[in-house]
């Protein structure tokens, strides 16, 4: 048994919002990441705020002018299996598929895969980090092998989601209740680096509710792909990854959007990979170009300078196995 | 907190517990005496507290007893039919698939949540299925062959 809290079980998205309002409240889910955080003292809990009877959060619909939502609480299994979204969206099936293990992806929700907390090992462990409102990041200086080579800022966390760089690489869109009503943002914008807090990952206030995730109909000529490299064979966090999604026309890119995971505080799109794939025929030189403009801004910490060729090769392979 | 009650059906049971709000799946399914569901990392490494919960294999250490309302779970003790094991639980004992026994519910439970699905699984969709279950003992060839013959059994 963990802790002392109170239970509730919310039928309605205003319910959840209000009930979720209160100091201490957490919004449980799968439970996958939360029950680590409250066993491992990430964080307490007076009450927890169980979204699971909220029909609302539920299932994978149709938009009306085409594309998709998907609610909060669709499993990472539904998404991974989901055939619309094998067809359409792929990198978005590939990302739910690579995370952690069946019976994870068989308990965690998509709303709780974007909002788990970071699994630096000194913010899981027994430190008083700058992320629990300390004073120190113990990783700047410390054993920082899975930690940051982009966006780190007196944190250097990475953050741990598969599921957010595909959807970031696919411009997709995230609905927010709040006590003030629902708000909708690029999913982009809702993560925050380290320079913008030290102890958020996004931009969620007290009572906020992740309902759904928007995504647009792919234009024609799209493909995508995540690919996600692990310290061991079954399951395991990313070491480095990237979401890809390029609109072709005529052998040539027309758009691109790349995202790295497993290297920086936030999926972290790459602005300089885009630009040295649009316009160009996709080659394996254009791949090695635009891998190498990906990581020229990267400064790795004391042990974890191996990332840079990781990533960097991730990308080439990746982006040569889109050319065919 | 307040002690709350959990409605849920265990193996074809209908069970009414009455449980505190921060107890586990696991530690309530040990405590009535499903001894089958194993303690190991309680932390969602190794699978050994595996049951199916509408017929999907979750980490019941991952779980509160609470989000279990209104489910179905089925635990190792609910796969036989009386003294007639299950196909699995042959193949296992037949292949030498069962060492020290500890992820064997666990490894039984995820094999068959994948037969239910898909009754003809290729090698390669059995070691997914096992992949978030840590055997220290078999080395897992064993087990992927012993999910293999009984998949082939029922053909
Ligand atoms: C051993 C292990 C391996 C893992 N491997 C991976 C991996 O490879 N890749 C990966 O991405 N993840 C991994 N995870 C993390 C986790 O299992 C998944 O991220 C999962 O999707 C979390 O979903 P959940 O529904 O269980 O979240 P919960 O645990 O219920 O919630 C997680 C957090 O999000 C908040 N939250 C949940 N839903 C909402 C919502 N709708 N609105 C607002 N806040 C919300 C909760 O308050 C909590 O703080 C792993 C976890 C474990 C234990
Ligand atoms: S005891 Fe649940 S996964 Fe190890
Ligand atoms: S048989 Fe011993 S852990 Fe698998």
Redesign the interface.
């Known amino acids: 048994?963990?802790?002392?809290?109170?239970?509730r079980?919310p039928a309605s998205i205003q319910e959840a919002t209000a009930a979720a309002s209160r100091t201490e409240a957490r919004i449980?889910a799968?439970?996958?990441d939360l029950?680590?955080c409250l066993?491992d003292g990430v964080f307490q809990a007076s009450r927890?705020v169980?979204i699971?009877g909220i029909k609302e959060l539920k299932g994978i619909r149709p938009r009306a002018g085409g594309g998709l939502r998907i609610g909060a609480l669709t499993t990472l299994?539904e998404i991974a299996g989901n055939q619309q979204i094998l067809d359409s969206y792929p990198v978005l099936a590939q990302a739910a598929a690579a995370v952690?293990?069946?019976?994870?992806r068989?308990?965690g929700t998509l709303g709780g895969n974007l909002c788990q907390r970071p699994r630096c090992w000194y913010f899981r462990g027994d430190f008083h980090c700058l992320r629990k409102g300390g004073e120190t990041c113990f990783a700047a200086a410390g054993q920082n092998q899975l930690h940051a080579i982009l966006g780190g800022y007196e944190c250097f966390m990475v953050h741990p989601s598969d599921t957010a760089p595909a959807l970031v690489a696919l411009d997709a869109k995230v609905s927010v209740a709040g006590r003030r009503g629902t708000r909708q943002m690029p999913l982009a914008s809702f993560f925050v680096l380290p320079k913008a807090s030290l102890v958020k990952e996004n931009v969620l206030e007290p009572g906020d509710v992740v309902a759904e995730v928007l995504l647009e109909a792919p234009p024609s000529g799209t493909r995508g792909a995540y690919r996600k490299v692990r310290e061991r064979g079954?399951?395991d966090f990313a070491l480095a990854g990237a979401a890809i999604v390029l609109a072709m026309a005529e052998g040539k890119v027309r758009t691109a959007r790349v995202v790295l995971s497993g290297v920086a505080p936030v999926p972290w799109r790459s602005a300089e990979a885009e630009q040295a794939l649009v316009g160009k025929q996709l080659d394996a030189a254009t791949a090695g170009v635009a891998a190498a403009a990906a990581v020229k801004a990267a400064v790795p910490l004391g042990e974890n300078g191996y990332k840079v060729p990781l990533v960097r090769g991730i990308l080439e392979e990746t982006l040569i196995a889109l050319a065919v | 907190?307040?002690a709350?009650e959990v409605r849920l059906n265990v193996n074809g049971e209908a069970k009414q517990w009455t449980i505190?709000?921060?107890?586990?799946l696991l530690?309530v399914l040990r405590r009535e005496g499903y001894f089958g569901v194993k303690r190991g990392c309680?932390?969602?490494e190794c699978?050994a507290c595996?049951v199916l919960?509408d017929g999907?294999?979750?980490?019941s250490?991952?779980?509160?007893a609470?989000?279990a309302?209104g489910a179905d779970v089925l635990t190792i003790e609910g796969v036989a039919h009386g003294s007639t094991l299950h196909p699995l639980q042959e193949a296992f004992l037949d292949h030498g698939a069962v060492q020290c026994g500890f992820c064997t519910p666990a490894m039984i439970l995820?094999a068959k949540a994948l037969l239910d699905r898909k009754p003809h699984p290729s090698e390669e969709e059995v070691r997914?299925?096992l992949?978030?279950?840590y055997c220290r003992c078999t080395g897992f060839r064993k087990p992927v062959e012993a999910v293999l013959a009984a998949a082939g059994a029922k053909r």
């Open positions: 048994m963990l802790a002392k809290f109170s239970y079980r449980l799968g439970g996958t029950l680590g066993r927890l169980s699971n299994t952690g293990s069946p019976q994870l068989n308990q079954s399951f | 907190m307040k709350m505190a709000p921060g107890d586990l530690d309680e932390a969602g699978g595996t919960l999907k294999p979750i980490n250490c991952l779980m509160f609470a989000q309302e995820n997914e299925a992949a978030g279950t």
